[in-house]
């Protein structure tokens, strides 16, 4: 097939368009590199040995865009593109209603447009919301978020819903990402965040490498084990691997289905940075900081509909993701802008 993958200079967006390389099929990137690095496109040259097409546009434009689209004419379309910071969407939430909405309303006109009709969303784990027990399935209740980027997402699943009820012919897989981390084994692409990473494998991997003085614990009087919050980390390649099975099966299937991508096991705060003082051999201090605001005690998928519906299911454990999210972070202390 040849999809045309929608931010896929980020940092999903490019460990999946390696993905999709590695499996045969033809990508054109469109990404404005509003919040990624044009030299992500030499990285995947270097890892795949081929130079994916690139469409410069920002997809709210939709003149730029239906033009690009038309011109790509692609079979299927997956969407990365959009703001993804929670602080930043509950400072500023009009701006991240207007861009997702926005950028998703043109994708989809463009693709209406030119007889488009196979479409995998980038969507999250934070449409469970808060009134749920993990683990969580699919089904398991109304979706919610309590944050605007998480709202964003709510709405788009519903929107792309609505739309794939109402018209005959769609083809639209919606992926709920749990807490995607670590990097291509190469260490040539990773997780690249701009000022001051706010996820916390990001931020562990800035103290390893020396940017930041220590990691502050967000609460440590969960009702968890050890006390401190519990995710469902899942390897940024495994992740990748979870789209291009996602694609192939939903072209069979006509209308919108939800999956789950994650590994269905939780983490705690203290045995993530524990795993990657491990992989680095560098002591990260830590200390212990009240809880932050809308966070919850654990997180983590059931896996079985992935599993069954989708033969798909990871297959990396948190020393993977330790080991080959150390190994970017030491090759490229200062991400893509190590680069001279
Ligand atoms: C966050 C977002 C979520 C988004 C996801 C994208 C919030 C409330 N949620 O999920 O909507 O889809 O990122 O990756 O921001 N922690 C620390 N110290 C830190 C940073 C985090 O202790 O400096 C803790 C958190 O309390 C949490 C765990 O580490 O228990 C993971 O946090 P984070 O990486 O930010 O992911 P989520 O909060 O799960």
């Known amino acids: 097939m040849h999809v045309l993958v ?29 919040n990624s690095s044009p030299e992500v496109i030499n990285r995947i040259e270097q890892i795949t040995g081929i130079r994916p097409a690139l469409a410069e546009v920002d997809l709210r434009d939709e003149e730029a865009f239906d033009a690009a689209f038309a011109t790509t004419a692609p079979d299927a379309v997956i969407h990365f593109a959009g703001l993804k910071s929670v602080g930043e969407s509950s400072i500023d939430p009009l701006r991240y209603y207007e861009h997702n909405l926005s950028s998703t309303f043109s994708l989809l006109n463009a693709m209406k447009k030119h007889g488009v009709r196979t479409l995998v969303f980038s969507s999250s784990a934070t449409v469970y919301g808060e009134g749920q027990e993990p683990p969580y399935g699919e089904d398991g209740g109304p979706l919610d978020a309590n944050n605007p980027y998480g709202m964003t997402k709510v709405m788009l699943e519903r929107i792309l819903s609505d739309v794939a009820d109402a018209e005959p012919g769609w083809h639209i897989a919606l992926l709920r990402y749990f807490n995607p981390i670590g990097a291509h084994e190469s260490g040539l692409i990773g997780e690249d965040p701009k000022g001051v990473p706010n996820n916390l494998v990001p931020y562990v991997l800035q103290v390893a490498i020396g940017r930041r003085p220590h ?77 932050r605001a809308g966070d919850l005690p654990r997180s983590w998928a059931d896996t079985s509909r992935a599993e069954a519906e989708l033969g798909w299911r990871a297959t990396r454990d948190i020393a993977d993701m330790a080991r080959d999210g150390w190994r970017w972070q030491s090759q490229n202390p200062r991400g893509f802008d190590s680069v001279d």
């Open 215 to 291: 990691v502050s614990i967000y609460g440590d009087d969960y009702p968890t084990a050890d006390g401190t919050g519990e995710r469902d980390y899942i390897h940024i390649a495994d992740l990748a691997e979870g789209h291009v099975a996602a694609l192939e099966k939903i072209v069979a299937i006509e209308g919108a289905r939800a999956w789950n991508l994650g590994t269905g096991q939780g983490t705690s705060v203290k045995q993530l940075i524990a795993a990657v003082e491990s992989a680095s051999g560098i002591r990260i201090p830590a200390v212990i900081a009240p809880r």
């Open 6 to 34: 929608t931010g896929g200079a980020g940092f999903i967006g490019s460990h999946t368009v390696v993905a999709l390389l590695e499996r045969g099929h033809d990508v054109t990137i469109a990404d404005d590199f509003d």
